[in-house]
């Protein structure tokens, strides 16, 4: 992903819900951190905090 970690971190917050940004750059970072690492879609990181979170 060439634009880099904090453009993942923007992508996966604008899939969200606006209550959702500090989780996004707080508790989840790592966890982005090791999807972004993987490959995975920032559509793909956001939908899966979604479902987790109880956001569908």
């Known amino acids: 992903m060439p634009e880099g970690f904090s453009h993942y971190l ?20 790592l966890t982005l951190l090791d999807w972004y690492t993987d490959g995975i ?6 939908e899966r905090i979604r479902r987790s979170a109880g956001w569908t």
């Open 10 to 29: 923007k992508q996966v917050a604008a899939h969200l819900p606006d209550e959702a940004a500090q989780l996004v750059q707080g508790d989840l970072n």
């Open 41 to 46: 879609p920032a559509e793909e990181a956001a």
